[in-house]
């Protein structure tokens, strides 16, 4: 047993270890949102309880005694597990939750389809589901975890790749008029290419990659994403470059075909993310596994 009175107090400690590690009253004031003297007068108040002196003030900067330097290495451990112990704690509570953010796209035709089999194997699993076309801000959020889409070059996030895009052209069987059949690819230069605004590129890399001269194909309308190209290859506006595992009801309903299965290969993929150094939750980790296995078996 120790008794508390004999320790500092709390927060002459956390401007300690701040001001030894920005080795300046100042830096270390704007850090903690308090005044350079409320800094000063916090270090002085623990340098009086210890009877020792932790820092050399100068000019430009503070430097630690070597009672200080030999003092600063058990508080930094000590933090470090108070933080780890509140973020296990944290965690524990939403053990049989997990609050999810995944585009719409991604909600409506790959995830919601296969809900029912995360449900069935984890029945006691809460889940929480919101759409976000954006980068999720873990820090001051309550989300858990996201599945992005890109490039991968995120910062401040544990990424779990997933799988690769690859898109195929697709349209609706009742566009192809019975005069212009489309037997191979060269034959799609009689109808609308559908394009995404923003991956103008695809259709030209997907023509140059089997063969094919860009500038005799048709360009037709663009939207703004890759789900709304889909829809309007459904109602027979033209032919889309699609990922097939997107568009699972559409194909299996027959409203849309896939017309040849040479796929190009983005340099976009699916993650899998969550912040930095979280401990995850037997519930994040339940849906880490299936998604992956999900994502594998698909």
């Known amino acids: 047993m120790f008794a508390i009175n004999r320790l500092p107090p709390l927060n002459s400690l956390k401007c300690f270890e701040s001001a030894a590690r920005h080795g300046s009253f ?22 009086s309880f210890l009877g020792l002196e932790l820092f050399r003030r100068t000019r430009r900067k503070v430097v630690l005694t070597e009672a200080g330097a030999k003092y600063i290495e ?23 939750s997990l609050r999810l953010a995944v585009a719409p796209a991604f909600l409506t035709r790959w995830l919601m389809p296969r809900m029912e089999r995360f449900q069935n194997r984890y029945p006691d699993i809460e889940l929480e589901i919101s759409s976000s076309m954006g980068l999720v801000d873990f820090s001051i959020g309550d989300v858990d975890m996201a599945v992005y889409f890109g490039t991968g070059d995120w910062d401040h996030v544990e990424m779990n790749y997933l799988r690769p895009i690859r898109l195929a052209p697709v349209c609706s069987p009742k566009m192809i008029k019975p005069d212009r059949p489309i037997n191979e690819p060269e034959d799609m230069r009689f109808y609308p290419l559908l ?33 709304l190209t889909a829809g309007a290859a459904g109602q027979g506006l033209g032919i889309a470059l699609s990922d ?8 299996e309903s027959g409203q849309l075909k896939v017309l040849f299965d040479k796929q190009l290969d983005t340099n976009r ?30």
Do not use: C
């Not at 097939?244 to 194909?251: A, F, G, K, V």
């Not at 969550?274 to 999900?294: G, N, S």
């Open 26 to 47: 100042n830096k270390a004031a704007q850090e903690l949102h308090v005044t350079p003297s409320a800094i000063s007068h916090q270090i002085k108040g623990l340098e």
């Open 74 to 96: 058990p508080i930094k451990q000590i933090f470090q597990q108070l933080e780890q112990a509140t973020a296990d704690l944290q965690s524990a509570q939403h053990a049989g």
């Open 195 to 227: 394009h995404v605004s923003k991956r103008s590129d695809e259709w030209t890399d997907w023509l140059v990659q089997n063969g094919l001269d860009p500038k005799v194909f048709r360009r037709g309308l663009m939207f703004s994403s890759g789900s």
């Open 244 to 251: 097939i595992s997107l568009i699972t009801p559409e194909l």
């Open 269 to 298: 993929s699916f993650y899998l993310v969550y912040e930095k150094k979280r401990a995850l939750t037997p519930a994040m980790i339940a849906f880490k596994e299936w998604i992956i296995e999900e994502m594998n078996d698909g």
